[in-house]
């Protein structure tokens, strides 16, 4: 199993980013896909998740109203879309997959599969 972020780079204050996840290895229709992320000197937090088989989706409080999860035309990409960015966003995001749908809410270091990280800058 191999996940594979991308899109990430530096953009400013209120600017928008796209990041994808792409999977090979596994469906992604069985599992929940979440995004984290993890800024400089703190713990990685659960940002977003999807579970893809009903579509049910979860974003954390700081990100609700900016992020968009969701799937693309093929089943094994799922993409952040971060509209508003701020600079208290700036982190390293990682994606990850869990076949266990209480993941969607209950996001944590416990998903099976990681990819290993996109950074995101975002400048005042």
């Known amino acids: 199993v191999k996940l594979v972020e991308s899109g990430g780079g530096l953009v400013q204050s209120g600017g928008s980013l796209r990041l994808s996840c792409t999977a090979s290895g596994l469906i992604f229709d069985d599992y929940v896909i979440g995004w984290f992320r993890q800024a400089p000197g703190k713990g990685r937090e659960g940002v977003s998740s999807i579970f893809s088989e009903d579509g049910s989706t979860y974003y954390e409080d700081s990100v609700k109203g900016r992020f968009t999860i969701f799937h693309g035309d093929t089943k094994n990409t799922v993409y952040l879309q971060m509209d508003n960015l701020k600079p208290e966003d700036t982190a390293v995001y990682f994606c990850?997959?869990?076949?266990?749908?209480?993941?969607?809410?209950?996001?944590?270091?416990?998903?099976?599969?990681w990819g290993q990280g996109t950074q995101v800058t975002v400048s005042s």
């Open positions: 990850a997959a869990d076949e266990r749908p209480h993941t969607l809410t209950e996001m944590g270091e416990w998903y099976d599969h």
